[in-house]
């Protein structure tokens, strides 16, 4: 596998996924109880399930450009996490109710991704 060009797969999807992440972030306002990158995340790990189960049919570089880049651009972890401490110094119950419900919602958009992918794409093969 050519190294160069997994290295720049990663950069032109980390590149996209990061442009439309700041896009969505600014137009897409977050509830009271959620996060405001909770879409966003939920989005990624949709993506991130479809990609899973058409892994073994689509180039090692694609796979890389979308599931480390492109997926890895999108959704955003630290974000996520400045934004559950500004609800643990506002005091707020929600920073309880906000890791757990996109814990689960973004689980059960991976299940999605993946179920989705299997159904079109004849499921990964072993």
Do not use: D, K, Q
Request: proline share 2%; charged share 10%.
């Amino acid at each position: 596998m050519n190294t160069t060009l997994m290295y720049a797969a990663v950069f032109i999807g980390g590149a996209a996924g990061s442009l439309l992440r700041e896009v969505f972030g600014l137009e897409i306002p977050g509830l009271p109880f959620l996060t405001a990158t909770f879409g966003i995340n939920v989005a990624a790990s949709l993506v991130l399930g479809f990609l899973y189960a058409i892994r073994h049919r689509v180039h090692a570089h694609v796979l890389h450009m979308g599931a480390v880049g492109f997926c890895g651009g999108l959704s955003t972890f630290s974000a996520f996490m400045a934004e559950i401490a500004r609800f643990a110094e506002a005091g707020s119950i929600h920073v309880l109710t906000a890791p757990a419900l996109e814990i689960v919602f973004g689980l059960g958009a991976a299940v999605l991704g993946e179920a989705v992918g299997r159904h079109f794409y004849g499921g990964a093969r072993a």
